[in-house]
């Protein structure tokens, strides 16, 4: 009888990834009988400080009513909450200017006038929002001035980076396909109405705007090469992939080959080798339903490495970068044993228990709709792989974590602890602050480093590359977080965008150094 109550009270006191609801619900538009497209594709998030006060705060893209694709309702409005601080955050939104009126799917931040405050960029069904943080706690919609209306394409995701090093940041728009709500079909799963597969849809092509550093961007899509290459982007990983000094662009496609576009002429082009590089499909050659993606050095060998999902039975591929290609390696590192039978979104890299080992993450759900003929299956948990030499295997305290419609997906430490915390979105769900335990967590170190293509070295092998995109339509703007295992102090490396270089010696563990040119 004491053995079982020691056993009791030790399950009442270990902590646990606990989710915490926000109080909003993520709105997709669909109902019994109509399945529009876009409904099964919104959930993109973005973790900032858009008012200055050292803590991250969050913004939802939302979703809203058919056959406009508009907010038609309150419950529509994007919603942005500030973090007060010990994991409370206040909804902001109307105040801020930043309810929107399209129907949205993700976000990514980024100072693109370097004026010190973090802006906002939506993306939605026609097109893109930008606001302009005024570094008063409001937003000005700018969309218009800036020269980035005219375009009114469905955008799922975007990203903020400087491809000609010119010290501004330009913009990347993934379009995913052609759609139009006056000619949608009807499509039936198993008898029931549900979401008609991307094959009934022309692919688009993608946009790429050059900061003029007035305010204005200008549309060069053309001249860089991209309007030759249609497809049905989900998102973007942005990295120096060939370690040339410029960014590099990979987009992972819904059922017809990803690309991979290397940057040419300091900026200017853009060339597309995602068959070169070996990513255009995973190595049974069929292009999966590829979706969130991410870029980081997952092996320590200071090149970029991708990951994308995809849906069950296709694996969520990961790739080594060997400096002039990519080696598949979902076997090798058994994260496909582990991700055959799921489906996956939001996806990213991620040092859950700071041992210097990066981690992968998943926001995971079908396609389909929870009310269609396969909705029973549909709701799935999300999953920590956890790196261990190389291989990977389930992570602890998340087995209990609740099946949703899960979609975007973001890591950050909302509390200054030590340790990542993890944002998730659920369609028709609220979205869940997952708060780390962080018992007996190992050592760290954040580098406040915040320029996209920025590379950070901690130590002798881990590498960072900052970026304005990550997972499925999400951004995250912030220091970045590295493990350090026992290690009471690390040199750390920074080379920024150009080839500025700083390096600081032995700097002590478990806080945050700012780092600048």
Not at 11 to 23: D, E, G, I, N
Not at 107 to 128: E, F, R, W
Not at 339 to 349: D, E, Q, V
Not at 483 to 491: I, K, R, S, V
Request: net charge negative.
């Amino acid at each position: 009888m004491r053995l079982l109550a020691s056993l009791v009270l030790l399950a009442a006191v270990t902590p646990s990834w606990t989710p915490q609801p926000l109080p909003m619900v993520l709105k997709t538009g669909e109902t019994l009988a109509r399945k529009p497209l876009p409904a099964t594709m919104p959930g993109g998030l973005a973790i900032f400080d858009f008012d200055g006060d050292g803590r991250l705060d969050l913004f939802f893209a939302n979703g809203g009513e058919f056959p406009a694709g508009r907010k038609t309702r309150p419950e529509h409005a994007n919603r942005l909450f500030r973090n007060l601080g010990a994991m409370r955050f206040a909804d902001v939104t109307t105040g801020a200017g930043v309810t929107g009126t399209d129907y949205a799917f993700g976000a990514t931040a980024g100072d693109y006038d370097a004026d010190g405050h973090v802006d906002l960029l939506v993306s939605g069904l026609h097109g893109v929002t930008l606001y302009h943080n005024r570094g008063d706690g409001t937003f000005a919609d700018v969309t218009r001035p800036a020269g980035l209306a005219g375009d009114q394409r469905w955008a799922v995701a975007a990203g903020w980076f400087d491809k000609d090093n010119d010290r501004d940041l330009d913009l990347i728009v993934i379009h995913y396909v052609a759609w139009n709500a006056a000619t949608e079909r009807q499509c039936i799963v198993d008898g029931r109405p549900d979401f008609c597969h991307p094959k009934h849809y022309a692919a688009t092509t993608h946009s790429l705007y050059e900061n003029r550093g007035d305010g204005v961007f200008a549309d060069v899509s053309a001249a860089a090469g991209f309007n030759a290459h249609p497809g049905k982007g989900m998102s973007v990983a942005i990295a120096d992939f060939d370690a040339d000094g410029y960014a590099d662009l990979f987009i992972p496609n819904d059922r017809v080959f990803n690309q991979l576009f290397l940057s040419r002429d300091q900026g200017k082009r853009f060339e597309e080798a995602a068959f070169a590089w070996g990513v255009a499909a995973p190595l049974d050659g069929n292009p999966p339903s590829s979706m969130g993606t991410d870029a980081q050095d997952f092996d320590g060998d200071g090149r970029a490495d991708l990951i994308y999902s995809a849906l069950r039975d296709e694996t969520f591929p990961l790739y080594r970068n060997t400096g002039s290609s990519f080696e598949e390696v979902t076997a090798a590192t058994r994260l496909n044993v582990l991700s055959r039978f799921m489906a996956g979104w939001g996806i990213l890299f991620a040092d859950l228990d700071n041992d210097g080992q990066p981690d992968i993450l998943a926001a995971r759900s079908d396609a389909l709709s929870v009310t269609g003929g396969r909705g029973a299956a549909a709701k799935e948990p999300p999953s920590w792989f956890r790196q261990q030499k190389g291989r990977y295997e389930h992570g602890t305290g998340w087995e209990t974590l609740p099946k949703a419609m899960w979609r975007g997906a973001a890591a950050a430490d909302l509390n200054q602890d030590g340790c990542l915390d993890v944002v998730l979105t659920a369609l028709e769900g609220a979205p869940q602050v997952l708060r780390h335990p962080c018992a007996g967590a190992q050592r760290w170190l954040a580098v406040d480093v915040r320029t996209p293509g920025a590379r950070i070295r901690v130590g002798t092998s881990q590498w960072h590359f900052v970026s304005s995109a990550s997972g499925y339509s999400s951004s995250v703007v912030a220091s970045q977080h590295f493990g350090l295992g026992a290690a009471t102090a690390a040199d750390v490396e920074v080379i920024w965008p150009g080839g500025a270089t700083k390096i600081l010696k032995a700097v002590e563990a478990n806080r945050i150094v700012k780092v600048t040119p």
